[in-house]
C-alpha cells in the first residue's frame, strides 16, 4: 500500500512568487492535514480538508490557501513568499475527519530565496 | 492553549544505554498522545501512542505511559542503538482536532 506521497521534494523560490504543493493520501484515507516545519517555530498544523472542504484551520496569514480535489489528493497554495515561508511542508492523511492523523509524507523542503 | 513540552537535546548517548526523554503536557479535556520519530531528510514516523490515562503505548523497544496526574507521557527504552538517532516529537492530539507538537529532542548514539 502506498504512502502519503508528496511532490515535489524540494522547490526554490523568490520572494513575491507563489508555489503550489501536491499531497496525495493513502488509498482510501479521505482527510488531509498540512503542518509547516521551521528551525524557529517547530511544527505547526496549517489546515485540515475533507470531502473537499476545509473542516479545521491554524494560525497563518491568508496567504496560505488549500484545496482538496474528489480523489482526497490536496494542494496547498502560498502566494507573495517571504523569506520566514522556508520551511519543510508536511502532509498527513488520515481515514476520517476527525481522526488522528498518523500517516505523513516525507515532506516538500522549500527554499525562498 | 494547549501545548507540549519537551526536555531540550541533543541527548548523546552510548549503544545499550537507557534512554528517556520528557515529555509534559497542558490541554483542556482528554487529549491523546503520541510520539514520533524523524530521520533525516523524511517525514514523520508514528512511534508509539496512548488514548487515555494510564495507558502505554510501545513499539520497538520504546515505551511511554500516559500519566493524567502528572501529565507527562516520557519515552523510554532500556538499551538504544545507533540506529536510534532521530530526532523525537512529543504530540497531543486535541479536541480541536489538530497535532499539537513539542520542539522536538535530537538523539545521538554512538557505537
Known amino acids: 500500500k502506498a504512502g502519503v506521497t508528496q511532490t515535489p521534494r524540494y522547490l526554490i523560490k523568490t520572494r513575491g512568487q507563489q508555489v503550489t504543493l501536491s499531497c496525495s493520501p493513502i488509498?482510501?484515507?479521505?482527510?488531509v492535514s498540512w503542518y509547516q516545519q521551521t528551525p524557529g517555530q517547530g511544527l505547526q498544523f496549517l489546515f485540515e480538508?475533507?470531502?473537499?472542504?476545509?473542516?479545521n484551520k491554524g494560525n497563518f496569514p491568508g496567504r496560505f490557501s488549500g484545496r482538496q480535489f474528489s480523489n482526497s489528493r490536496s494542494e496547498m497554495n502560498v502566494s507573495t513568499l517571504e523569506l520566514g515561508d522556508s520551511a519543510l511542508y508536511l502532509c498527513?492523511?488520515?481515514?476520517?475527519?476527525?481522526?488522528?492523523?498518523?500517516?505523513f509524507g516525507d515532506g516538500t523542503r522549500l527554499s525562498i530565496l | 492553549g494547549d501545548s507540549v513540552t519537551q526536555m531540550e537535546g541533543p541527548v548523546t548517548l552510548s549503544e545499550e544505554a537507557f534512554l528517556t526523554i520528557n515529555c509534559t503536557y497542558t490541554?483542556?479535556?482528554?487529549?491523546?498522545l503520541f510520539w514520533y520519530v524523524q530521520y533525516p531528510g523524511e517525514g514523520l514516523q508514528l512511534l508509539l501512542k496512548?488514548?487515555?490515562?494510564?495507558d502505554k503505548g510501545s513499539n520497538k523497544g520504546f515505551e511511554a505511559t500516559y500519566r493524567k496526574e502528572t501529565t507527562s507521557f516520557h519515552l523510554e527504552k532500556g538499551s538504544v542503538q545507533v540506529s536510534d538517532s532521530a530526532v523525537y516529537f512529543c504530540?497531543?492530539?486535541?479536541?480541536?482536532?489538530?497535532?499539537?507538537f513539542g520542539q522536538g529532542t535530537e538523539l545521538s548514539v554512538k557505537p
Open positions: 498527513a492523511s488520515s481515514l476520517n475527519w476527525g481522526d488522528q492523523p498518523q500517516h
Open positions: 488509498s482510501g484515507h479521505r482527510s
Open positions: 480538508y475533507f470531502s473537499e472542504t476545509q473542516r
Open positions: 490541554a483542556t479535556g482528554y487529549p491523546s
Open positions: 496512548a488514548t487515555k490515562a494510564d
Open positions: 504530540a497531543l492530539y486535541n479536541q480541536g482536532g489538530k497535532l499539537i
